[in-house]
């Protein structure tokens, strides 16, 4: 089947021909017991696993239901590794940011009380059964939206309020209490998510996600290696005061940045690492300077409760 061209996102995607026969066979291909083996290998430890809310709920959309069956046989692979999973809905109703990862590129409707009520209630079936005893020894964290935007007509003021009550409905609905309940810190930093924590007296049971990224804003774009490198140090603070409050995590993150370097293993700012060679045929000191700026982060995210590696299985794995 050749028709990713004319889809841009999940939404148009499952409405293609044969659309729900290609999806089985990726789910069935693309990750697998295999690949876990081998992430256990490394000495990672857990997995944050993505899942959109049409798994659960696809009423009035093109969305093809089945990817929760392939998201329960992970979970088995990474009991059967020694792992723990981390379960994310991925997209949510609406979409929450606009970005095709949510399932639907283009408009945010995610904020209508409509959308907000439906993925309460989404939430509440993830957590009825992966926050079940059945599940304790491996599922360790559910999170309730990733990448919800606080722009434009999208309020964080809503998205704080709403997150409270979403947090409320996910721990009454879950049987294992120890289960963190995770929101993203919605690109605004996790500090300003530890009133939340303290109002919810949630002890420790509810976390915040925050992306750490250096390649999709203009203003990264101009820096060099060793800023990337001070920039990445300076999240330390951050992570840590908002982690004495609440878990905070690293749930992204990333070895990329835009820079070229130099024969002289200097570095220049809006350069080639990302756009025009292949990580396989980078020199000596592209290598270099790629390994000192993850070293550097890896450092930083010690002063979180966990991060984790975006993403297996992609151009550019962390195997690799």
């Known amino acids: 089947m050749n028709d990713e061209a004319f889809s841009v996102d999940q939404y148009t995607f499952d409405t293609l021909p044969n659309s729900a026969a290609a999806l089985k066979t990726h789910w069935s291909t693309f990750f697998t017991e295999s690949d876990i083996k081998t992430i256990a290998a490394t000495g990672i430890n857990a997995l944050r696993i993505p899942i959109g809310y049409w798994a659960y709920d696809n009423a009035d959309s093109p969305y093809h239901t089945g990817a929760d069956a392939y998201l329960e046989k992970a979970i088995g692979w990474a009991r059967n590794a020694g792992m723990k999973v981390w379960v994310d809905l991925h997209g949510s109703p609406g979409s929450q940011n606009g970005f095709d990862n949510s399932g639907q590129k283009g408009n945010v409707d995610w904020q209508q009380e409509s959308n907000l009520a439906r993925s309460i209630a989404v939430l509440k079936t993830m957590a009825t059964k992966y926050g079940s005893l059945e599940y304790a020894d491996v599922v360790v964290g559910l999170e309730m939206v990733n990448e919800p935007i606080s722009y434009g007509n999208n309020k964080f003021a809503t998205t704080q309020t709403w997150a409270q009550s979403a947090y409320t409905a996910v721990r009454a609905a879950a049987e294992n209490k120890n289960m963190v309940i995770v929101m993203h810190d919605a690109f605004e930093g996790a500090p300003k998510w530890t009133n939340i924590a303290t109002s919810l007296n949630a002890d420790r049971s509810f976390g915040v996600d925050s992306h750490m990224y250096q390649l999709f804003s203009d203003a990264d774009n101009t820096l060099t290696q060793a800023q990337h ?92």
């Open 229 to 320: 490198i001070t920039k990445a140090c300076g999240w330390a603070d951050e992570l840590a005061s908002a982690n004495a409050v609440m878990p905070t995590y690293v749930g992204e993150w990333s070895a990329a940045t835009n820079i070229c370097v130099n024969p002289d293993g200097s570095t220049t700012a809006d350069g080639c690492q990302c756009q025009s060679v292949a990580f396989d045929k980078w020199n000596e000191g592209m290598v270099e300077q790629v390994r000192r700026y993850v070293e550097a982060q890896l450092d930083v995210f010690e002063s979180s409760s966990m991060w984790w590696w975006e993403k297996e299985k992609c151009e550019r794995e962390f195997r690799e």
